[in-house]
């Protein structure tokens, strides 16, 4: 089996839709994905995913079945109650005397690295930002959701791994959105989500791809053999689009801080 995690091209967030830059780097991926009409196609229900899965959708003619768990991953953390949330999320902004809700993975380095539970495959549960959040809540679906579409193709989890009911080589391709992304992956590979949240940038467009490895009759683990790959935009000479990213250099704020 061979698995596809596609991030939508560069997002109006605002509009919830693609910017003309997100459209012509969506336009390039279909070229790239023309050769799998026989892919089954799954589409997060936020419309940037959606924008972004049309065009391949259009080159290959299938259509793409909705599934709510591949929205963004939607944990918001409650910092009001924690001054070390407060100071891990900085410049979070007030709702009258309330700070409002922090995207999960979207804490300051030094605070998340500096805790060995954040690291931790299953310790991550018992960290500060779990206990204010809807974090371990919002995870678990996810994880069900992926493990139950799998169980529909023949690999049903047991443990760490995957049991093989009904071996194959179907690809299941998967447009959604860089957090939800590394929630699979840490599902997949039994991993906190922290590290790939702060570890890898998903590029829009890019493609991380999966295959399962059944070195052993009857059980499968999934190996990446492309992470982030955008390789489809520097062949059209397309510009990566930076949302992935934040500043190289604190210096430099012409980017991302």
Known sequence: MRLLLI??????????????????????????????SKAEFYVSPLGRARDTAAFTCRQTGKEPRILDWLEEFPAKVDINDSEWLQRAYPDTRKEGNRFAGRIAWDMLPAYWTSSPEYFDRMLWRNTEVAAHSDLIEKYDRAAAGLDALLAEHGYARRGNLYQVREPNEETLVFFCHFGISCVLLSHLWGVSPFVLWHSMALAP??????????????????????????????????????????CETYENTRQRH
Do not use: N, Q, W
Not at 7 to 35: F, I, N, Q, V
Not at 217 to 236: E, N
């Open 205 to 246: 467009t890019s493609v991380t791809e999966l295959v399962t490895e059944e070195r052993e009759k009857g059980y499968a683990y999934f190996r990446a053999v492309r992470i982030g790959d955008i390789s489809h935009l520097y062949t059209a000479g397309e510009e990566p689009s930076f949302a992935a990213r934040f």
């Open 7 to 36: 991030r939508h091209g560069d997002p109006d967030y605002a509009h919830d839709t693609l910017t003309e830059k997100g459209r012509r780097e969506a336009a390039l991926l279909a070229e790239e994905m023309k050769g799998f």
